[in-house]
């Protein structure tokens, strides 16, 4: 599927510069996570012991660079869409669904972010550690759920309001598209 809009969709500069950091600090921890990974199989293959802390930061790497990742991927047009549906319909349908779409996905985000600021929080007043990465604080390694689905919620946010901007530069309708 072609992207028909610049890098950014249009979105502000300050939301296309955090989705830049968003996508630079996620590329780090796929290539952290890589770094461990590869690190620990020839750890293990050589006779080497390694720690449970090996098989948790690359899951918890996982974790962190997918919930950072949610948010750019919405303004840089990343994500799973249905062009081909959406190609097909006029312009201002083509908005409606658009928005449609995005509503229902920050409804669903805020519940989800509701939940994870729960969790967050009874890991605090619990004070759960997690002994195989040094007693790190839970509700830390736990943290990225709020911060990625608010940061994710954000950008959701922004997207609605550049599909209705004034001025907003249309989609390349198809070839076949007759506007009824």
């Not at 839970?138 to 609605?160: D, F, K, M, R």
Request: glycine share 8%.
């Amino acid at each position: 599927m072609e992207n028909h809009q610049p890098e950014g969709g249009g979105a502000p500069a300050f939301i296309r510069w955090l989705a830049r950091i968003e996508v630079g600090v996620a590329s780090v921890l796929m290539l952290a996570a890589l770094a461990i990974t590869i690190a620990t199989i020839v750890e293990r293959n050589t006779g080497a012991s390694t720690g449970e802390w090996s098989l948790k930061l690359p899951e918890l790497a996982l974790m962190w660079l997918t919930f950072l990742g949610m948010g750019a991927l919405v303004t840089e047009h990343g994500h799973v869409a249905a062009d081909m549906v959406l190609r097909r319909m006029p312009p201002r349908a083509q908005q409606v669904a658009e928005t449609i779409s995005a509503l229902v996905t920050v409804i669903v985000f805020g519940l989800i972010l509701w939940g994870a600021v729960l969790i967050v929080g009874q890991q605090m007043d619990i004070n759960a550690t997690d002994e195989d990465l040094w007693d790190v604080p839970e509700a830390l390694l736990l943290s990225i759920l709020p911060i990625g689905l608010a940061l994710t919620i954000l950008h959701l946010v922004v997207e609605i309001w550049t599909i209705w901007r004034p001025g907003r530069r249309e989609r390349p309708q198809d070839l076949e598209h007759t506007g009824t």
